[in-house]
């Protein structure tokens, strides 16, 4: 089995909306979740698609230094989450003085890719089953 994460921190991408676009991914296989993001009219979305993209390329990578076959259409989305990262602070003028605050709020994600894993029925199956 093999399993690759990606992470992208400190986007500019609300972390709320960032979710939004994250759960259409979920549990999908990877190339279909490529498809999802490239056509999702999310601004959040665009980060994601490349996320995935490289999640898939650290498959590949990981795949090659431990020798083992890497059949890119069985890697699915095993996990995908968004963490909310710094606050930029900025203000704004206001009336007779005042000072309004703007918070720029941005996002870790963090995606794992995954091969399934290939159960091997243990001995106490292959009895039960005679």
């Known amino acids: 089995m093999v399993e690759s994460i990606a992470r992208v921190r400190h986007i500019r991408v609300t972390p709320q909306k960032a979710r939004r676009v994250v759960a259409l991914i979920k549990g999908k296989q990877a190339e279909e979740a490529l498809a999802i993001l490239k056509f999702a009219q999310q601004s ?17 990578v990981k795949a090659d230094q431990e020798n083992e ?35 720029k709020r941005t996002s870790h994600i963090t995606v794992v890719l995954a091969t399934p894993e290939v ?12």
Do not use: C, W
Not at 47 to 60: D, E, G, Q
Not at 77 to 85: I, L, T, Y
Not at 119 to 130: F, G, L, M, V
């Open 119 to 130: 159960a091997e029925p243990d001995a106490a199956t292959k009895k039960a089953s005679k």
């Open 69 to 103: 076959f890497l059949d890119e259409q069985d890697l699915y989305v095993k996990n995908a989450f968004v963490d909310e990262g710094t606050t930029l602070k900025r203000f704004q003028p206001r009336a007779q003085g005042r000072a309004f605050q703007i918070k």
């Open 44 to 60: 959040a979305s665009e980060p994601i698609y490349k996320l995935v993209h490289s999640a898939m390329a650290n498959a590949r």
